[in-house]
């Protein structure tokens, strides 16, 4: 998020001396509150994710990376930035300065490409489900974390001190966009309009598989075409799918019948290879009671299938909740943002202040969209918040 240029009403460190207006100091204290909103809530979801076992799970490393980032912008770019309005000057320096831009636009990016990350996630899951799930872990999950962070640092730390060394003032933090054209063209694109349309792309795949799949129904429904056709059974312990034919599944079926009716003489049994989980033995022995293998159960087959099916609903109700969330905080700013950086007379005062602070909001906010989105966020936060 971009440092104010117009929000410095006063650029002499002389003039300061002036009694502070008790409008400013009603805004400070309002905006002090949203800065401690936005800590307690986000290290609430950090704490969440430690205690409960539940939330432990790899899409939610994403959602740990977006409370770090949050809490370190409520920490730096909020808490500054609201000094900075109070007082109408900057009174820190010129180190504490660049600390304050570095983290306005560092942070910004960390939780922009995270959100990009989380999107093509999901797009990789339904796009590509068996690579996905032989694949995707929480090694290369943290390994992909680590790497947003360094883009970030690549991206944006070599301007950021650039415009330091050029445009320093006693007395004034900003980063004037318009004295920065050619990296205005790099966040339009890469942090902005860019990530914004990747979102959007990923959103829209998964809620048409989404809403596919609710009409053709659970993956385990019993098929009636007259041409057997393979179907996918995920283990329950590995989460790995299985192919598996629905013939050999009859015949297995028809294994737990003989096991009633010794006539039988023969079965198909379907076993898992721990070595090759995509691989299947067929046996035609004579019908004996086993102990070792055990044909699988429709059952629990339906069930696997059901609780997957859960839990792909309930990670797509936070990404809808986490996208909305920022299309409304961030897609303003992005137009004003483009239009100052061309002709910074043509965005009144008033807007660019608004459109700002929304962005910061996004921010407060997430804490309380994971709340509304998923109810293993909501029971954690309630057994925080009432000691249990």
Request: charged share 15%; net charge positive.
């Amino acid at each position: 998020m971009e440092s104010n240029t117009s929000m410095n009403l006063s650029n002499d460190v002389d003039l300061p001396s002036e009694p502070i207006p008790l409008i400013r100091i009603i805004l400070g204290v309002i905006l002090y509150i949203l800065v401690l909103i936005t800590v307690c809530g986000n290290l609430l979801v950090l704490l969440a994710v430690y205690k409960d076992k539940r939330l432990q799970t790899v899409f939610n490393y994403y959602i740990v990376n977006l409370a770090i980032t949050d809490v370190l912008v409520a920490l730096t770019a909020m808490s500054l930035y609201t000094t900075d309005n109070i007082l109408g000057h900057w009174p820190l320096g010129i180190f504490m300065c660049g600390l304050w831009i570095f983290f306005d636009y560092g942070m910004t990016f960390a939780s922009v490409f995270t959100l990009v990350v989380i999107s093509l996630d999901r797009f990789w899951s339904v796009q590509w489900s068996i690579h996905y799930r032989n694949h995707h872990n929480k090694r290369k999950t943290l390994v992909v974390i680590g790497i947003i962070w360094l883009f970030m640092l690549i991206l944006w730390l070599p301007p950021c001190i650039t415009d330091r060394i050029a445009h320093s003032e006693p007395g004034v933090c900003k980063w004037e966009p318009s004295e920065n054209k050619a990296f205005v063209i790099v966040i339009a694109t890469v942090g902005h309009h860019g990530a914004c349309v990747i979102q959007i792309f990923c959103f829209l795949k998964v809620f048409l598989f989404m809403k596919k799949r609710a009409k053709l129904g659970p993956l385990s429904k019993p098929i009636t075409s007259s041409k057997p056709k393979p179907s996918v059974h995920e283990d329950a312990n590995s989460r790995t799918p299985i192919l598996l034919d629905p013939a050999k599944l009859q015949a297995s079926q028809a294994n737990n019948d003989a096991h009633d009716n010794p006539s039988s003489v023969s079965t198909i049994s379907v076993v898992h290879d721990c070595d090759n989980p995509t691989s299947t033995v067929e046996t035609g022995l004579p019908a004996q009671p086993s102990t070792s293998l055990k044909p699988p159960n429709p059952h629990s087959n339906k069930s696997d299938h059901s609780s997957t099916d859960k839990r792909e609903r309930k990670v797509f109700v936070t990404l809808t909740y986490i996208l909305v969330g920022y299309m409304i905080c961030w897609v303003p700013f992005h137009i004003v943002f483009d239009i100052s950086a061309f002709d910074p007379e043509a965005v009144p005062e008033v807007i660019y202040t608004i459109t700002f602070w929304l962005t910061y909001l996004n921010s407060t906010i997430n804490p309380f969209l994971y709340n509304f989105s998923s109810p293993d966020f909501r029971r954690a936060f309630k057994k925080i918040l009432t000691c249990k």
